[in-house]
């Protein structure tokens, strides 16, 4: 069992992914968006080549995803005031403020799978591109050059740490030594969370929710007893529209936010007033007529004080649908979060974080329910990776 993982190469966990998609740093936010909006997938990559002209073999691509999109447009007053202005710049600004957490590694097809793990875990990175096979004219399937690869002109993969996770649990027994125990008897548990209570202004998780980006986790939610209300979770934002869901940040508190998100295809009309009458109040107008663009809502509708059903809402006429997401993401409430005990097996903490589709599971007290800490993606696979040192499974080949 243990050779068949030893002899596995990131291309065989490639199989069927589809390819992801690189823009020029010149692109504008605006068409960035456009882009996510009209894929599957809950990201975009952006060309991280050196300004010089310098080819370099290591850094490959920067992944931007609607949340790192928010955190920009939130993160700064005059981006609030002006956010129009701030969706046509170059996406090149994007890089700059996601920082070396963003920046995705290529690698050679052929890597071991182990090897994958370790960079993955050297360089604290969330994911891999991986260049895909092309076709010649012969119709035969070639590895792509390093030459073509540092050009660019070569279709990549993406390789998640959710996804070797997912690999890893399809030989479950392999592990049992560590499977089943406790994540808290394998020190997996990080105190160290992002949270906010549920009465903070949402901008107040804008910086913690730029900072879970780069851990692959979420910011929590919680009461004024520490209970675990819910979360905002970057892989959800991937679903929402950047000018409406920053109007809601801007405007709400995090609590409203996160209420906000989970109704955001229906939201009722008192919460979409109360957006607006915020925004009003601290001269936001341009965000204001964002949102209602983005909504394709009359200004005046939204003003009334007449009150209408969800049914009369513009917004539940206008149709929206869900997009769902064919990568590590799909749809899913800001409630409906990953959460387990101290004393659950490791075994039971993968099985959630892969029914959920996340990198993270939060950790609560059984009892009262308050928020412990946090697993990440990367500490179960650095456990595991430890499983598959030749001292561990020398006995099993």
């Known amino acids: ?27 504008p936010i605006a068409a960035a968006l456009a882009t996510l909006r009209d894929g599957a997938d809950p990201f975009v990559f ?7 002209g310098k080819k370099t073999a290591t850094v490959s691509v920067v992944k931007v995803s609607v949340a790192e999109i928010l955190c920009y447009v939130c993160g700064d007053s005059g981006n609030l005031g002006d956010p129009a202005a701030a969706l046509s710049r170059p996406v090149s600004v994007l890089t700059a403020a996601v ?47 390093a030459v073509s690869a540092a050009s660019g002109a070569v279709n990549y993969c993406l390789l998640t740490q959710q996804d070797i ?25 990080r105190r160290d969370v992002h949270a906010v209570n549920v009465d903070d202004d949402a901008l107040d998780a804008i910086p913690l929710l730029r900072r879970s980006i780069g851990c692959g986790t979420a910011v929590a939610v919680v009461a004024d007893d520490s209970a675990l209300v819910g979360e905002i979770c970057p892989g959800v ?13 801007a405007a709400l508190s995090a609590g409203d936010a996160m209420t906000y998100i989970d109704c955001y ?26 949102m209602d663009a983005a909504y394709t809502t009359d200004g005046a509708t939204l003003s009334s004080s007449a009150s209408s059903s969800d049914e009369e809402s513009p917004l539940a006429r206008s149709g929206r649908a869900r997009r769902m997401s064919s990568g590590s993401f799909r749809w899913r409430s800001t409630e409906d979060v990953a959460a387990c005990h101290a004393e659950n097996s490791l075994v039971a903490v993968m099985a959630q974080a892969l ?9 609560v007290d059984e009892i009262t329910g308050a928020l412990v800490g946090v697993v990440s993606c990367a500490d179960v696979l650095a456990v595991l990776r430890d499983h598959l040192r030749p001292e561990c499974y020398s006995d099993d080949l």
């Open 265 to 290: 295809f229906s939201p009722p009309e008192f919460l979409l007033r109360s957006i607006r009458a915020r925004l009003t109040d601290k001269g936001l107008y341009a965000m204001c007529d964002l």
């Open 165 to 189: 996770v997912r690999h890893l649990f399809g030989s479950i027994s392999l592990f049992s030594r560590v499977a089943a125990l406790t994540i808290s008897s394998l020190g997996l548990i």
């Open 1 to 27: 069992m243990a050779s068949n993982i030893l002899s596995h190469v990131v291309s065989d966990l490639c199989i069927g992914k589809p390819a992801v998609r690189v823009l020029p740093q010149s692109t």
């Open 99 to 145: 920082g070396d957490h963003g920046v995705t590694r290529r690698v050679d097809p052929q890597m071991s799978l182990l090897d994958a793990i370790d960079v993955l875990l050297a360089n604290n990175s969330q994911s891999l591109v991986v260049p895909l096979h092309v076709r010649t004219g012969r119709k035969k399937h070639h590895h792509v050059s």
């Open 46 to 52: 952006v060309d991280a080549a050196p300004s010089d």
């Open 355 to 363: 029914a959920h589709r996340v990198g993270h599971v939060w950790v």
């Open 237 to 249: 934002l991937g679903s929402c529209d950047v000018e409406s869901v920053s109007a809601a940040f």
